[in-house]
């Protein structure tokens, strides 16, 4: 069962990779009630799948639901210590201890070639490598899966050719990624 679906709300982990440390940050409905939106966003927050009548709601209040959503995923967040701009890990993520450099290099590479947290809760804290080893196993395996993603759009038809082309450019780039963190880590 989706742990985070249950209840909540939950807090987001962000990390600075340059100070080795995560921070939790509000939940959408905390960070818009400071900001003097908590009641708009909660009244339309339960009209989210009646479009009708959310789009009426949304009209008498004067804010839209995706707009208050999309400052909530827009929004910087920078670490109270160094002041860079911290990374959204999602809701899954448990640091590794400040002193585990190696750990934290191997989670930044595995930022730098696209994954994070962002899950439902059901497996719990995801999985990072402890070895250089399995490190390298990790992009491999994520490397095929990337090659598998680009093969199914170059010969999928259910993709316009601009949407064909703007998804195997993003595979692409996803797998160029992976060979730079492999030539790094080799």
Known sequence: MCRYAMSGPYKRH?????????????????????RGRGYVYKQLRHLWSNTRVLELRENELGHRLADLEE???NATHNCPECGEQMIDMGLDFKAPKQSDVKAW????GMYRVGHAFHTCGCNGPGWIPKSTA?????????RIRYMEQLGH????????????????????????AIDRELAAVT
Not at 105 to 108: A, E, G, K, S, V
Not at 134 to 142: G, I, P, S, V
Request: glycine share 0%; proline share 3%; net charge neutral.
């Open 14 to 34: 962000y990390v600075c990779f340059v100070c080795r440390k995560a921070f939790k940050q509000p939940p959408i409905e905390d960070y818009l009630a400071v």
């Open 71 to 73: 400052e909530y995923r």
């Open 105 to 108: 290099r191997t989670l930044q």
């Open 134 to 142: 399995d490190y390298h196993k990790y992009l491999e395996t994520q």
């Open 153 to 176: 759009v170059q010969h999928s038809s259910e993709f316009s050719a601009d949407a064909k082309k703007e998804a195997a450019d993003y595979w692409a780039s996803r797998i160029q």
